[in-house]
């Protein structure tokens, strides 16, 4: 029996905000949130009762602590994170804007602790000890060392008999849309559950069209037997080879936009885990939703709370 349900690997971040009015430049007061898109994941997956874990590495200093202790409320397993005594840890900077200008988000994550991992680093029996190992683009991308983990471990975990899931997040300020597809595109042939956002299908793939042709589209590149689209504020859609499943998306009142990506895709893989991709489709229009509806980018919820709002809902539209 696996010790985990989902393991992932992934950088722990800092987030500085400065409101809509505010400017970096002549920003006073910031307010921070402890993040990283995995353990984002993760961290909403073990808040819904599953087993999970995170592997990453951080500086021993207040700031490494305050994303621990942020992550452990969630009950995230944080025993295999490597503590370093020097280096530093990534940040990135968020400047909110209403039109005419567009919120803009800033990256300084060069050379923190995570970013210097390299192979012989890793605990693999932690990696590849669950029923899940999801990966991020993000994390892929950000230096030569961690791509060469990733791919590492996708070998590892798929000899292990484990599913392989990933989300390609895409980032242009982090990698080229050429690179993204050299990249990712053999990585895809080995992916159980494939996350794809329609704007990711279109720049990294060349992928467009009516949301139902997209998931088939990308079904083309990958065998996953769960790929799964974002739609943005038109809600999402699934497809299992078999069905395709479209759900709108939940009504909210924003707060904060950064994180509903993350917190989408830690609903379906709820489902997934549960083996009800029909639900999962459901509740990553929620979670979406709780994410927006909340500050920062971890998603404070419960069971009951999820399954209370998804039973509200109106049942998902299936295009057999």
């Known amino acids: 029996m696996p010790r985990f349900d989902v393991v992932t690997l992934g950088e722990g971040q800092l987030r500085y905000c400065v409101p809509a009015g505010a400017r970096l430049e002549s920003a006073t007061n910031f307010t921070v949130y402890a993040c990283g898109t995995e353990a984002n994941v993760t961290s909403l997956l073990a808040r819904l009762g599953w087993k999970c874990g995170w592997y990453s590495s951080m500086p021993n200093s207040p700031l490494g602590k305050r994303v621990e202790n942020e992550f452990r409320l969630s009950g995230l397993d944080l025993s295999a994170v490597l503590w370093r005594d020097s280096g530093r840890l990534a940040t990135y900077y968020v400047e909110y804007a ?3 200008r567009t919120t803009q988000v800033y990256y300084d994550r060069a ?3 995570f970013a210097q991992l390299t192979p012989a680093d890793i605990d693999w029996d932690y990696l590849t000890d669950a029923r899940i190992l999801h990966l991020s683009g993000i994390t892929i991308a950000l230096t030569p060392g961690l791509c060469e983990i990733a791919l590492e471990a996708i070998k590892r975990a798929k000899a292990q008999g484990m599913k392989i899931s990933l989300d390609v997040n895409y980032r242009s300020r982090i990698w080229t849309q050429e690179d993204a597809c050299k990249t990712l595109s053999p990585i895809l042939r080995d992916v159980d559950i494939l996350f794809c956002g329609r704007s990711d299908s279109k ?4 992928i467009e069209g009516p949301p139902a042709a997209i998931v088939q589209q990308l079904g083309d590149l990958t065998p996953a037997g769960h790929i799964i689209t974002s ?3 038109e809600g999402l859609i699934g497809w299992d080879r078999n069905d395709v499943y479209r759900e709108e998306a939940t009504k ?5 936009r950064i994180g509903a990506g993350d917190a989408m895709v ?3 893989l709820d489902g997934i885990l549960a083996g009800d991709f029909a639900k999962g489709i459901r509740q990553g229009s929620v979670t979406a939703a709780l994410a927006l509806s909340q500050y920062g980018d971890l998603v404070v919820t419960n069971r009951a709370e999820l399954d209370q709002l998804v039973g509200a809902l109106p049942t998902a539209d299936i295009c057999r």
């Open 98 to 100: 209403v039109p005419p």
């Open 111 to 113: 050379n923190s602790c």
């Open 203 to 206: 720049a990294v793939f060349g």
């Open 231 to 233: 739609l943005s504020d």
């Open 252 to 256: 909210v009142t924003i707060l904060d």
């Open 266 to 268: 830690a609903g379906v």
